[in-house]
Protein backbone atom coordinates (compact mmCIF):
# COMPACT_ATOMS: atom_id res chain seq x y z
CA UNK A 1 0.00 0.00 0.00
CA UNK A 2 1.76 3.67 -1.12
CA UNK A 3 0.44 6.60 1.00
CA UNK A 4 0.12 9.95 -0.41
CA UNK A 5 -1.19 12.42 2.51
CA UNK A 6 -2.21 16.45 1.47
CA UNK A 7 -4.42 19.29 2.68
CA UNK A 8 -1.78 20.72 5.35
CA UNK A 9 -1.21 24.55 5.46
CA UNK A 10 -1.08 27.34 7.61
CA UNK A 11 -4.43 28.06 9.29
CA UNK A 12 -5.40 30.60 12.72
CA UNK A 13 -6.15 29.37 15.87
CA UNK A 14 -9.34 28.23 15.95
CA UNK A 15 -9.98 27.58 12.38
CA UNK A 16 -10.11 24.07 10.87
CA UNK A 17 -8.45 22.23 8.12
CA UNK A 18 -9.07 18.98 6.49
CA UNK A 19 -6.11 16.22 5.59
CA UNK A 20 -6.43 13.34 3.37
CA UNK A 21 -4.59 10.28 2.60
CA UNK A 22 -4.80 8.53 -0.54
CA UNK A 23 -4.11 5.28 -0.71
CA UNK A 24 -2.79 2.57 -3.85
CA UNK A 25 -3.60 -0.37 -4.08
CA UNK A 26 -6.50 -3.25 -4.20
CA UNK A 27 -6.45 -3.56 -0.17
CA UNK A 28 -7.15 -0.18 1.15
CA UNK A 29 -10.26 -1.56 2.50
CA UNK A 30 -8.25 -4.35 4.88
CA UNK A 31 -6.08 -1.88 6.93
CA UNK A 32 -6.92 -0.04 10.03
CA UNK A 33 -5.67 3.66 9.33
CA UNK A 34 -3.89 6.11 11.43
CA UNK A 35 -3.40 9.47 11.80
CA UNK A 36 -0.25 10.47 13.55
CA UNK A 37 1.84 13.74 14.24
CA UNK A 38 5.13 15.42 14.79
CA UNK A 39 6.30 18.31 16.73
CA UNK A 40 9.83 19.35 16.25
CA UNK A 41 11.96 17.98 18.30
CA UNK A 42 9.29 15.38 20.02
CA UNK A 43 8.76 11.97 19.39
CA UNK A 44 5.81 11.23 16.94
CA UNK A 45 2.40 10.86 18.40
CA UNK A 46 -1.03 9.19 17.76
CA UNK A 47 -3.82 11.21 16.68
CA UNK A 48 -6.53 8.89 15.47
CA UNK A 49 -7.01 5.47 14.11
CA UNK A 50 -10.24 3.77 12.13
CA UNK A 51 -11.26 0.16 11.39
CA UNK A 52 -11.30 -1.35 8.26
CA UNK A 53 -15.08 -0.82 7.85
CA UNK A 54 -14.76 2.85 9.41
CA UNK A 55 -17.05 1.62 12.03
CA UNK A 56 -15.28 2.28 14.75
CA UNK A 57 -12.77 5.39 15.34
CA UNK A 58 -10.64 6.23 18.44
CA UNK A 59 -8.67 9.66 19.38
CA UNK A 60 -5.96 10.90 21.62
CA UNK A 61 -7.25 12.70 24.27
CA UNK A 62 -5.59 15.88 23.01
CA UNK A 63 -8.08 15.82 19.85
CA UNK A 64 -11.09 14.19 21.21
CA UNK A 65 -13.79 16.37 20.39
CA UNK A 66 -11.86 18.19 17.60
CA UNK A 67 -10.71 16.21 15.17
CA UNK A 68 -13.20 13.42 13.18
CA UNK A 69 -11.50 10.71 11.39
CA UNK A 70 -13.51 9.11 8.42
CA UNK A 71 -12.79 7.03 5.50
CA UNK A 72 -14.32 6.78 2.04
CA UNK A 73 -13.29 3.22 0.92
CA UNK A 74 -14.40 3.29 -2.70
CA UNK A 75 -11.92 6.07 -3.05
CA UNK A 76 -9.22 4.25 -1.19
CA UNK A 77 -8.81 7.28 1.22
CA UNK A 78 -9.01 8.45 4.87
CA UNK A 79 -9.27 12.11 6.22
CA UNK A 80 -9.30 13.95 9.45
CA UNK A 81 -10.88 17.03 9.88
CA UNK A 82 -9.66 19.12 12.31
CA UNK A 83 -11.51 21.66 14.15
CA UNK A 84 -11.26 24.15 16.53
CA UNK A 85 -7.07 24.33 15.66
CA UNK A 86 -4.61 24.96 18.07
CA UNK A 87 -0.61 26.27 17.81
CA UNK A 88 -0.26 22.76 19.65
CA UNK A 89 -1.57 21.70 17.05
CA UNK A 90 1.54 22.64 14.24
CA UNK A 91 3.14 19.55 13.41
CA UNK A 92 3.92 17.55 10.24
CA UNK A 93 0.60 14.82 10.39
CA UNK A 94 1.16 11.43 8.59
CA UNK A 95 -1.07 8.74 7.84
CA UNK A 96 -0.66 5.04 8.41
CA UNK A 97 -1.98 2.07 7.27
CA UNK A 98 -1.99 -1.05 9.74
CA UNK A 99 -3.23 -4.79 10.35
CA UNK A 100 -4.50 -3.97 14.07
CA UNK A 101 -5.99 -0.78 15.47
CA UNK A 102 -3.20 0.04 18.13
CA UNK A 103 -1.73 3.81 19.29
CA UNK A 104 2.26 2.50 18.63
CA UNK A 105 3.53 4.00 15.14
CA UNK A 106 5.89 1.08 15.41
CA UNK A 107 3.26 -1.99 14.47
CA UNK A 108 1.61 -0.10 11.60
CA UNK A 109 2.99 -1.21 8.26
CA UNK A 110 2.69 1.77 5.93
CA UNK A 111 3.32 4.97 5.89
CA UNK A 112 2.58 8.52 3.94
CA UNK A 113 5.45 11.52 3.37
CA UNK A 114 3.54 13.50 5.73
CA UNK A 115 2.45 17.08 5.43
CA UNK A 116 3.02 20.29 7.45
CA UNK A 117 -0.08 21.92 9.59
CA UNK A 118 0.72 25.18 10.84
CA UNK A 119 -1.58 26.66 13.18
CA UNK A 120 -0.67 30.60 14.04
CA UNK A 121 -1.30 32.24 17.28
Known amino acids: VQLQASGGGLVQGGGSLRLSCAAS????????MGWFRQAPGKKREFVAH????????FYADSVEGRFTISRDNAKDTVYLQMNSLKPDDTAVYYC???????????????WGQGTQVTVSS
Open 50 to 57: ISSSGGST
Open 96 to 110: AAGRVAVTTASLYDY
Open 25 to 32: GRTFSSYY
